[in-house]
C-alpha cells in the first residue's frame, strides 16, 4: 500500500507512513474494505447463503466500480438466490466492461430462463384466479339459494 499523503511504501503492519508520520490505519480500511467485502461474499457462497453473498458482493461492486471479479461472483450468487432479474443486470454490467462471449451467451440463457419463469407464474395465477373465481361462483350461487328459500 501506498500513503494517501506522499506516495510512500507502506508495510502491511504498519499504521504510521514511515516517511510522513501520517496515520493511515482508517484510509487502510477503506483500501481494503472492497477485499474485505468481496471475501466475505464468497465465504458466504461456500455456505450457500446466495442473499447474503449478494449483499456484500453489492456493498465490493460499489466500492470497487468495474472489478469483473466482483461481478462474476455477484452474479454467481445472484442466479443461486434464483434472482434472476438482479443476475441480468450484474451480467449486463460485465458485457458493458469487457467484450466477452462467454457472458454475452450466459445473459440470453438466462433471458429465456426469465421469460419461461414468467410464462410458468403467469399460467399459475390464471389457474388460481380460475379456482377463486369459480370457488365465487359457487357461493354466489349458495347465496342466491338461500334468499329464494328464506328470502323477502
Not at 514511515?18 to 487502510?28: G, I, L, N, Q
Not at 471475501?39 to 456484500?56: H, L, M, P, S, T
Not at 434472476?84 to 462467454?102: F, T
Request: aromatic share 6%; with cysteine.
Amino acid at each position: 500500500m501506498h500513503c494517501p499523503i506522499c506516495a510512500s511504501v507502506i508495510a502491511l503492519d504498519e499504521t504510521v507512513c514511515p516517511s510522513c508520520k501520517t496515520s493511515v490505519a482508517e484510509y487502510r480500511q477503506v483500501y481494503y474494505a472492497p477485499d474485505i467485502l468481496f471475501n466475505q461474499g464468497i465465504d458466504y457462497i461456500r455456505q450457500e447463503r446466495y442473499v447474503d453473498a449478494c449483499d456484500r458482493l453489492c456493498a465490493a461492486a460499489s466500492l470497487k466500480k468495474d472489478d469483473l471479479q466482483i461481478l462474476q461472483a455477484w452474479a454467481y450468487a445472484a442466479e443461486k438466490a434464483e434472482n434472476i432479474p438482479l443476475a441480468l443486470n450484474v451480467l449486463a454490467e460485465m458485457m458493458a466492461i469487457a467484450d466477452d462471449p462467454e457472458t454475452e451467451k450466459h445473459y440470453e440463457a438466462l433471458s429465456v430462463k426469465l421469460e419461461k419463469d414468467d410464462d410458468t407464474t403467469r399460467k399459475l395465477l390464471t389457474e388460481i384466479l380460475d379456482v377463486q373465481s369459480a370457488a365465487m361462483e359457487q357461493m354466489a350461487a349458495g347465496m342466491r339459494g338461500i334468499v329464494s328459500k328464506y328470502g323477502q
